[in-house]
């Protein structure tokens, strides 16, 4: 296994009190070289840009949060279980990493590319950890084995992502990230959609 590069992580621990405080747009290479006392070319030889720095802060957050995901679905639990855990996995990130995964650029009629590319990495993870988790529900008999994971995994995570769009929409005038009351309404709304989407799985329509 590879060593982990020191000076990489502290350019990505850096980046992201920046990133947390002033955001994106108001962050330059500069003032992340700065608050490390390192010249800006050592800066460009680990990112090109900010932005993929940002992208970059984005994959390892995910990584981070889901690797606890990925154990706990080891363990004897049932997939009732796993979904508390996952629904306050979110909530988590959501409260703390909020800026990351841009619930004003939601807002708007037509996100970044770049912003797009964000949400892409967040939902490759959840896909693969849905799939798992639907595998997990079949292999203990909780769930028929009818629907493919690889096939019904990005579909939940479609509907779960229209959901968070809608729900940013509907709140464009007033919703705050850190309103900790406005955020666990939503997350009651994804249970629900989650507890009707498992439990299609439970049995097998005849039509």
Known sequence: MAEPDHKKIMILEAALKRFKRFGLSKTTMEEIARDLDISKGSLYYYFTDKESIYVAVVENIIATCFQDMSQYLEQDVTILQIMDKYLALKEKMLLEYHFLFGI?????????TFMRQVIELLQDVEISFLS????????TGELSDKYDPDTTAPLLVHVLFGLW????K???SGFDPYDSKQLKLFMEREKQVL???FNGLRYQPTF
């Open 104 to 112: 004003n650029e939601w807002i708007k009629e037509t996100p970044s």
């Open 132 to 139: 798992a988790w639907i595998r997990k529900g079949i292999a």
């Open 165 to 168: 769009v809608v729900w940013c």
């Open 170 to 172: 509907w709140q464009a």
């Open 195 to 197: 507890i009707i989407f």
